[in-house]
């Protein structure tokens, strides 16, 4: 069964609006986590990394104001897309570590989310 | 930064047989692992296969296998016996050995069909 979890699956907002999207790890500690985004057909670019009690670290051109990363437990990251406009639909996808520098620590990715501002 | 080439966006095959799937990339490191993850219709990205940049041995996995050519920085997947729930999208993806920098850099990709 999935190790990871990542919710909701698909979510529909009003431009302007907030969405937040959680992404648990289900039976691991997840001390790192890591945010992608994935356009139709293309490849899965990382938006962020977050590590459980500090900030999180944003790739260059990823406006860390709108799309805020909180990885307050090692169990549970979320990302929030803040004033969600039309161009931020896209698929979004969480994968998580128990030691990110252990090259033996599996990344679980979760399910993805389908976002759509309208 | 490193890059990862995948230059067949589409390819296809017919069920039983072989195919082999191209990734180069471009790294100034001499450390570092390099992955192919399937993607399926689900979306669920899984492992398929992964090789460490140390090891001259090919890495396998059942019906699949990698061809790593360090000089050249190729990475071929080689499917054999190639089954309908093979179709998905494949991505090569590196990573690099680096402490603080164990992030992983994705192909654009690769859609495998299989035909019946």
């Known amino acids: 069964g999935a190790v990871v979890s990542q919710h909701p699956s698909r979510v529909i907002c009003k431009s302007g609006t907030s969405v937040k999207i959680e992404c648990r790890s289900l039976d691991f500690q997840a001390t790192t986590m890591f945010w992608y985004r994935q356009f139709p057909k293309q490849s899965l670019m990382l938006m962020a990394t977050?590590?459980?009690?500090?900030?999180?670290?944003?790739e260059q051109g990823v406006e860390k104001d709108k799309f805020l990363i909180n990885h307050a437990s090692l169990t549970l990251s979320t990302l929030t897309v803040t004033s969600a406009h039309p161009e931020d639909s896209s698929f979004y996808i969480c994968?998580?570590?128990?030691?990110?520098?252990?090259?033996?620590?599996?990344?679980?990715f979760g399910n993805g989310t389908r976002l759509t501002v309208t | 930064a490193q890059t990862v080439t995948q230059s067949q966006p589409e390819m296809s095959v017919q069920e039983a047989e072989t195919v082999t799937l191209s990734c180069t990339y471009d790294?100034?490191?001499?450390?570092?692992?390099l992955f192919w993850y399937k993607q399926p219709p689900s979306r669920q990205m899984i492992l398929v296969i992964r090789?460490?940049?140390?090891?001259?041995q090919n890495a396998t996995e059942n019906r699949f296998s990698v061809n790593f050519q360090k000089a050249a920085k190729s990475f071929s997947l080689k499917i054999s016996d190639s089954q309908l729930g093979d179709a998905a999208m494949y991505f090569c993806a590196y990573r690099s050995a680096n402490f603080g920098n164990e992030k992983l850099t994705f192909g654009t990709g690769t859609r495998l069909t299989i035909i019946p």
């Open positions: 090789q460490e940049a140390y090891k001259q």
């Open positions: 977050s590590n459980e009690g500090s900030k999180a670290t944003y």
């Open positions: 994968s998580a570590t128990r030691d990110r520098h252990s090259y033996n620590s599996p990344l679980h």
């Open positions: 790294t100034s490191e001499s450390d570092y692992y």
